[in-house]
């Protein structure tokens, strides 16, 4: 035996696709080009369908590391590594006058590794919300004598599946029963199919609103029945789809629009708001922060189906660990303009989850997703330092219609919370969440805020003083409004990169003071090309002493606490 190096200077995937209807098979006669980008932790992996591009073609664009598994004769002989446009690496085979063709495969790409056993490698494919899958085979061209490059056109061993989802939730959209397992014999080249997990595939998010969304699916001989749902139990589609039996190098409609606007009936969302206690001896209640606050009719139960009325004020005890009293009534509001408000307040340590939905529609609160009132659940926790999130289920605030200030100082100052609830809404009001967890000194993880538009004050001072949080919620805003971010971070001294601010334009003091005392800071990307002269005022000061500011290809920032922080770094922008 001797150790040979192979280089391989092509592979392209070949994908001859026909389009499949729920019912039953059909020919697309134009064709679909299908590019498969194998991402590498950018979350930018994506399929693109274009009915109008060459019959039948498809690509797979490689990154570095990425790796092709060689077989000969039978074994696994080693594989090959993407580096600089090339697959390079070391297999080692006995040298022969007449050597016989090398066997490529590509299982799975970056987040799907295989699995060894002897001589068999096996991939899951479930989990396909960030990167998608490539299953792929072929032998090296007949041309392997020479110089020792190789070449091969890898054929694809799965398929793609298309579903169209409108859902309010953020979370993966799951189907069932369908293959997502595949193992590879080096010593037979035969690919055997198969399910783990009940055959789970989870494909990216709901957006809110129509949206695309692509599984890569393995063959199999029978039908399947399926129903698509959402990850965290919120919603289940309302009619379950067969899915006829799925071949290599198809491409599928499944026919399904997934609209899973049917809720679940034991999935957060058809949860009252509940308490539950972490410790023993804990106690719960509602009262008035100020006689002039809005009366509040409620009911509560301790075991979800005796409910019984609820007297504002009075202490509900939760006498042993686990005990739990939930709360439902029809209520426009439980704080005013003026700042007259309910609140909760415990006595020792509890769990909080389920839908704060539950305390203005006692019925419907699973579906409901309007607030009507303006600052209808300002100050609603403010204080309560008892308040834990539950490991496996979260507090709900599903509202996508917002009114102004309506979650104002909700949170504040809840010092034990490590995790926002998510906050689906794209449309913002004034201060909607101005101050909504300021002083969480605890909260470590922020979930995404999706709003492209903002408006006056929504943001200001949302995570002020939150020292545990090192990574930012993502921020989709690309149109700012006067004071929209204003101390948003302030204090935040674990912070240590910002997220992306997208907009082009910033307003009068939309940034003021946005990073403020966030002394970890060392990263800051921000697209602006235009700005008022207060827009940023001092929102860098006392950020780390060194640090990369990334910037659009502009010259209107200024160096210090209102621009770029004095002795950073200053680098072009390029998104990944």
């Known amino acids: 035996m001797r150790r040979m190096t192979y280089f391989v200077m092509v592979l392209a995937l070949v994908l001859g696709f026909t ?44 990154e570095d590391d990425d790796v092709i598994y060689v077989g000969y004769k039978g074994e696994y002989v080693g594989y090959l590594t993407y580096s600089g446009g090339t697959f390079s690496g070391d297999v080692e085979i006995a040298s022969e006058e007449d050597p016989e063709p090398l066997h490529f495969y590509c299982l799975g790409g970056k987040g799907f590794t295989p699995s060894f056993s002897g001589n068999t490698a096996t991939v899951v494919i479930s989990d396909q919300t960030s990167k998608y899958p490539v299953v792929s085979y072929n032998t090296s061209k007949e041309d392997y004598h020479g110089d020792g490059a190789y070449t091969s056109v890898l054929k694809n061993k799965i398929s793609i599946m298309k579903f169209n989802v409108t859902t309010p939730s953020n979370a993966a959209i799951c189907i069932e029963g369908m293959n997502n397992q595949v193992s590879v014999n080096f010593g037979t080249n035969a690919f055997t199919y198969g399910q783990v997990d009940g055959g789970l595939i989870k494909m990216k998010g709901g957006s809110g609103n129509p949206a695309e969304k ?43 629009d997934v609209y899973v606007n049917t809720i679940n009936p034991i999935g957060p969302l058809a949860t009252p708001l509940t308490f539950e206690a972490k410790t023993a001896d804990a106690t719960v209640k509602l009262y008035k922060k100020y006689d002039s606050a809005p009366d509040v009719t409620l009911l509560y139960s301790t075991d979800g189906s005796s409910w019984n009325d609820y007297t504002v004020g ?43 939905m539950s305390l ?16 209808t659940f300002s ?10 999130n539950h490991e496996n289920k979260p507090i709900m605030l599903p509202a996508t219609t917002l009114t102004d200030y309506c979650y104002q100082y909700m949170f504040q100052g809840c010092t ?53 949080l090192v990574t930012a919620p993502e921020l989709s805003a690309t149109t700012l409004a006067s004071a929209c971010c204003r101390e948003m971070f302030k204090g935040c001294t674990s912070l240590v990169t910002t997220p992306v601010l997208r907009a082009t334009k910033l307003e009068a003091n939309c940034y003021n003071q946005m990073f403020n005392g966030c002394t970890s800071l060392k990263s800051i990307i921000c697209l602006a090309t235009s700005k008022t002269s207060n827009s940023c005022s001092n929102w860098v000061t006392s950020v780390a002493s060194s640090g990369t500011f990334y910037k659009a290809n502009t010259n209107i920032w200024s160096t210090g606490i209102s621009g770029i922080p004095s002795g950073w770094t200053t680098k072009i922008y390029s998104a990944k």
């Not at 080009?33 to 994506?46: P, R």
């Not at 042993?320 to 006595?347: A, W």
């Not at 100050?379 to 834990?388: D, E, I, T, V």
């Not at 002083?439 to 006056?456: I, K, N, Q, Y």
Request: aromatic share 10%.
């Open 416 to 468: 034990n919370l490590t995790t926002t609830p998510e906050l689906p809404a794209t449309t913002l009001t004034q201060a909607c969440y101005q101050y909504m967890f300021k002083g969480c000194t605890s909260l470590r993880t922020a979930h995404e805020l999706r709003a492209t538009t903002l408006a006056v004050g929504c943001y200001m001072s949302m995570f002020n003083g939150c020292t545990s």
């Open 214 to 256: 692509w599984a890569i699916v393995l063959p199999n001989s029978e039908s399947t029945t399926t129903t698509p749902y959402t990850e965290d139990g919120n919603y289940v589609a309302s009619t379950s789809t067969t899915i006829d039996p799925i071949v290599v190098n198809t491409y599928y409609d499944s026919g399904i």
């Open 314 to 356: 009075d202490a509900i005890p939760l006498t042993n660990k686990g005990d739990k009293v939930m709360f439902r009534g029809n209520n426009t509001t439980l704080c005013d303009q003026s700042n007259n408000y309910n609140m909760f307040e415990f006595t020792g340590e509890v769990y909080g989850y389920g839908n704060v």
């Open 360 to 375: 203005l529609d006692a019925s419907d609160f699973a579906t409901a997703t309007t607030i009507s009132a303006s600052c």
């Open 379 to 388: 100050y609603l926790f403010n204080g309560c330092s008892g308040l834990y």
């Open 19 to 62: 389009q499949c209807k729920k019912e039953q098979p059909t020919s697309q006669t134009e064709g679909v080009h299908i590019t498969l980008n194998v991402g590498g932790g950018n979350n930018n992996s994506k399929v693109e369908v274009d009915p109008n591009a060459p019959e039948g073609y498809a690509t797979v664009t490689f």
